[in-house]
Nanobody
Framework: QVQLVESGGGLVQAGASLRLSCAAS????????MGWFRQAPGKEREFVAA???????YSAGSLMGRFGISRDNAENTVYLQMNSLKPEDTAVYYC?????????????????WGQGTQVTVSS
């Protein structure tokens, strides 16, 4: 059983940066994609980015000019670096993992989920 635990959320002002971390425990094999979703109040869940074991990045293009995803396979940890944050980035950010990148990217879903971490950006 895979467990995902996020950390690093918080309240920041517009223009600030945050780095989210997601530590995975359990069996993380080389076919597992790890990534991030977010859900703002009243909005649907949105795919942010995912990364393969070999560090191939899949992203929501509109965000990746400011956001970057990375992965430490030795530590079973995935990171989301968020720069130049805007109030519209306010959301609960969820770490997720799945063997299928299409499930994550196209179906906005995943087999394993973290509990979420709140990111609030004030103007």
């Amino acid at each position: 059983q895979v467990q995902l635990v996020e950390s690093g959320g918080g309240l920041v002002q517009a223009g600030a940066s945050l780095r989210l971390s997601c530590a995975a425990s359990g069996i993380i094999s080389s076919n597992i994609y790890m990534g991030w979703f977010r859900q703002a109040p009243g909005k649907e869940r949105e795919f942010v980015a995912a990364i393969s074991w070999r560090r191939v990045v899949y992203s929501a293009g509109s965000l990746m000019g400011r956001f970057g995803i990375s992965r430490d396979n030795a530590e079973n940890t995935v990171y989301l670096q968020m720069n130049s944050l805007k109030p519209e980035d306010t959301a609960v950010y969820y770490c997720a993992a799945d063997p299928s990148i299409e499930t994550m990217r196209s179906k906005t879903n995943a087999k394993y989920w973290g509990q979420g971490t709140q990111v609030t950006v004030s103007s």
